[in-house]
C-alpha cells in the first residue's frame, strides 16, 4: 500500500511482502488498486484520500466509521472527517 501526502494508492498486498499483509482480511486477493506515475511515487488514477482508506479499513474492523467520533472543544469530531467513503473496489 503506498500513501503519499493526502491520497494513497490501494495495490496487491503480495507486491510488497509475498504471504503477509491482509490476507483473509475482507480484501480481494492479487489485485492492484489504483495506479502510480512511471515512478511510482505520484498516485494517479483512481486517487484514493486518506479519510476514504481510514473508513475503508474502519469497515474491515467492523467499525461505521460514521458512528465513530470524539468530542474535541465542544464540537463532535470523526477520524474520517466528513468525507469518508467505504472503498467498495477492493473489498471481497
Known sequence: MLVQGSHSVVS???EARPGSGA????I???ISYGATDELGYNA??????IHDLHAT???LLGLDHEQLTYRSGGRDFRLTDVS???VT???A
Open 12 to 14: 496487491s498486498v503480495s
Open 23 to 26: 490476507v483473509g482480511a475482507g
Open 28 to 30: 480481494k486477493g492479487g
Open 44 to 49: 494517479v488514477d483512481p486517487i484514493v484520500p
Open 57 to 59: 479499513i474502519l469497515h
Open 84 to 86: 469518508g467513503r467505504v
Open 89 to 91: 473496489g477492493i473489498l
